[in-house]
């Protein structure tokens, strides 16, 4: 069952529905990262390839590193007629994020399909997000209803982890959404030019404040296999996504610890404490001092990310010529 929300993170971000003329002529990308996938890949470019019959589309596989069969699979893929299909391999293994930010820059389509290897991300979900993309959206997320396969502390910690990002972030965050989602090209030309080190992928998607929405899908166990986003993967990951996200939060701590504790110090003083006062001003002001740093830090961390002041959605213009100047 896939319904629409119009939200992303319970914000409405477009209120009236955006009502495009279906393009007559268009290029569906669908890009796949894989590491070490070669147990499922198989499966999933089948059930990708029945899903995407009546769709013109290009399949790019990037190939994070595998140290199994994968890449071969997808050479296989390649030269099996029926779909067009483009690998790439990474030298190494340079994780998820930036695996899908080489397919994003390599595929060519109208709109980027990202999603799984590994069949957590149904295929057949793919028809509906070009329904929604045809009537104007230029994001269209897939939210999880259900996370079927995984361990308990992997489901908590990832619902924790979203309301906490949600909670800090400068910018609006979609609860329980991963990477699954369709994205305009304007949305992937602003995304691959960009040009960060450490991309928080989906951060920068919703960062661009393109209309976004969504539909709900049942999260199914991976098609075979385990996962490949090891508890350090997942902890880096996070962290990125705090950093690129929500920096001034961490860098801001200090700050307010230090004027706490300063007040605190106000407090004892006027109680005539000298030696409750003492510790508590002296921890205060060095904790602020290194607020100030922060601010600094955050003013040069903003400077170095580079992301430009605004980005252009459209533009409109009178056609009735230029006003005559008055003489
Ligand atoms: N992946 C990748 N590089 C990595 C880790 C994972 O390209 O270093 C791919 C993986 O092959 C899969 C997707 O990222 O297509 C999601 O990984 P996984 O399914 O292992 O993560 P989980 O669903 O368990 O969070
Ligand atoms: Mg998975």
Known sequence: PTTPHHTAGGVPIATDQPSAAPPRSFLISVVLPCYNEDQVLRRTHDRLVRALHDLPH???????????????????????????????????????????????????????????????????????????????????????????GETQLKKSSAYLYYRLLARLSDQPVALDTGDFRLLDRKVVDFVTSLGEKELFLRGAISWTGFPETSITYERDARGAGTTKYTLRKMLALSRTGILAGAASLPLRIPTYLGAASLLGAGAALARGSVRRAAPLGAFGAQSLACGVLGEYLLGVFRQVQGRPPYLVMERTESSHGTTAKAS
Do not use: C
């Open 58 to 148: 290009e399949i790019v596989y990037v190939d994070d590193g595998s140290t199994d069969g994968t890449w071969p699979l997808i050479q296989q893929l390649a030269d099996t007629p029926g779909s067009v299909v483009r690998g790439v391999r990474f030298s190494r293994n340079f994780g998820h994020q930036a695996a899908a930010l080489a397919g994003l820059a390599e595929a060519t389509g109208d709109a980027v399909v990202l999603m799984d290897a590994d069949l957590q991300d149904p295929p057949e979900l793919i028809p509906s997000m070009a329904e929604l993309w045809f009537k104007g959206w230029s994001i269209v997320s897939a939210r999880r209803a259900t996370r079927h």
